[in-house]
């Protein structure tokens, strides 16, 4: 498979790597480095597919073009477009082209991310009654510099599509109904930590997100009535360690399962030959989680400006 690298900033860059010798050319208005400055530019037997690692704003139309031209596509998350009915449309076309448009959520590739989800869906846990999880990363700097980065409802759409995603991988479930808590501009323009609830949901769901944590650091706390389990850290930040934990009733140690991990990122890797296998096998684009995962971003977003109002 020939492919096309849209964007040459860090995920760009690290796309590139990953695609070997698939990779022709690249894609950037700004980059002096690329091949081309607009995807419209290349020569459309040159490639089959474009990797795309754009801001949200430009993805709806080089994403159209693309899948319209019978082009695969590998999208940065989150699948952003001004309305709900453009994913749709996104939709339509992939599957009238016979074509993936696939989302790229590399975390479901993490392995301990992985693990859960074949614990959760063992049994083993029993009825899971509530998951915490926290995603902090120190990059609010690097976005209040960015000349697009800073604005709208800022660490909630960056780090939040990534645990809304995450959630839907586990569960199999899109809970709607989503309540900002917490919404917090320390150094940025734009929100850069926020802290947001689903009472409503089954498990219950609170998510923590900040652009503030110096050591990087990923935390997940799941509940279930036979027992716990718990990820700390990402193995880019790593040690990256799983614990299951078996609850002894009525009360008492329990017995304690624990995994570390001390590698390299494997989620790069595995994401690409994941959308590789996809096209191969003519998998019909289903971006239905792209579009709950935007009408809960919104949704937020008007949590957060709501939560600045009344702050005021």
Same mark, same amino acid.
């Given at each position: 498979?020939?492919?096309?690298?849209?964007?040459?900033?860090?995920?760009?860059?690290?796309?590139?790597?990953?695609?070997?010798?698939?990779?022709?050319?690249?894609?950037?208005?700004?980059?002096?480095?690329?091949?081309?400055?607009?995807?419209?530019?290349?020569?459309?037997?040159?490639?089959?597919?474009?990797?795309?690692? @754009?801001?949200?704003?430009? !993805?709806?139309?080089?994403?159209?073009? @693309?899948?319209?031209?019978?082009?695969?596509?590998?999208?940065?998350?989150?699948?952003?477009?001004?309305?709900?009915?453009?994913?749709?449309?996104?939709?339509?076309?992939?599957?009238?082209?016979?074509?993936?448009?696939?989302?790229?959520?590399?975390?479901?590739?993490?392995?301990?991310?992985?693990?859960?989800?074949? @614990?959760?869906?063992?049994? =083993? $846990?029993?009825?899971?009654?509530?998951?915490?999880?926290?995603?902090?990363?120190?990059?609010?700097?690097?976005?209040?510099?960015?000349?697009?980065?800073?604005?709208?409802?800022?660490?909630?759409?960056? @780090?939040?599509?990534? $645990?809304?995603?995450?959630?839907?991988?586990?569960?199999?479930?899109?809970?709607?109904?989503?309540?900002?808590?917490?919404?917090?501009?320390?150094?940025?323009?734009?929100?850069?930590? =926020?802290?947001?609830?689903? !009472?409503?949901?089954?498990?219950?769901?609170?998510?923590?997100?900040?652009?503030?944590?110096?050591?990087?650091?990923?935390?997940?706390?799941?509940?279930?009535?036979?027992?716990?389990?718990?990820?700390?850290?990402?193995?880019?930040?790593?040690?990256?360690?799983?614990?299951?934990?078996?609850?002894?009733?009525?009360?008492?140690?329990?017995?304690?399962?624990?995994?570390?991990?001390?590698?390299?990122?494997?989620?790069?890797?595995?994401?690409?030959?994941?959308?590789?296998?996809?096209?191969?096998?003519?998998?019909?684009?289903?971006?239905?989680?792209? $579009?709950?995962?935007?009408?809960? $971003?919104?949704?937020?977003?008007?949590?957060?400006?709501?939560?600045?109002?009344?702050?005021?």
């Amino acid at each position: 498979m020939r492919v096309v690298v849209v964007g040459l900033g860090i995920q760009g860059k690290k796309r590139q790597r990953h695609a070997g010798s698939d990779f022709v050319c690249s894609v950037d208005p700004v980059k002096p480095e690329a091949d081309y400055d607009t995807i419209k530019e290349v020569p459309l037997d040159q490639y089959d597919a474009a990797l795309v690692c @754009l801001p949200d704003e430009p !993805k709806y139309q080089v994403l159209r073009y @693309l899948l319209e031209n019978g082009k695969h596509v590998l999208v940065e998350k989150p699948l952003w477009t001004e309305s709900n009915e453009q994913i749709i449309e996104l939709q339509q076309i992939a599957r009238r082209h016979q074509v993936v448009c696939y989302t790229a959520y590399n975390h479901r590739f993490e392995p301990h991310f992985i693990r859960m989800k074949e @614990l959760l869906d063992s049994g =083993a $846990l029993g009825d899971i009654r509530y998951c915490r999880l926290f995603y902090g990363n120190g990059t609010a700097r690097l976005v209040r510099d960015s000349v697009w980065r800073d604005q709208g409802a800022g660490v909630v759409p960056d @780090l939040g599509s990534h $645990l809304l995603d995450t959630v839907q991988f586990w569960f199999g479930q899109r809970p709607t109904h989503f309540e900002v808590v917490v919404m917090n501009r320390f150094e940025n323009q734009a929100p850069d930590h =926020a802290v947001i609830i689903n !009472k409503s949901a089954r498990p219950q769901l609170t998510f923590e997100m900040s652009l503030l944590s110096w050591r990087n650091h990923f935390v997940c706390e799941m509940v279930g009535e036979q027992g716990s389990a718990s990820i700390e850290s990402l193995c880019k930040w790593g040690p990256s360690r799983f614990t299951h934990y078996t609850r002894v009733l009525p009360s008492g140690r329990p017995p304690e399962q624990s995994v570390t991990l001390v590698q390299d990122d494997p989620t790069w890797a595995l994401e690409y030959l994941h959308f590789k296998e996809l096209v191969a096998n003519h998998v019909e684009t289903n971006l239905a989680t792209d $579009l709950w995962i935007q009408q809960e $971003l919104n949704r937020l977003s008007v949590g957060c400006r709501t939560a600045e109002i009344m702050s005021e």
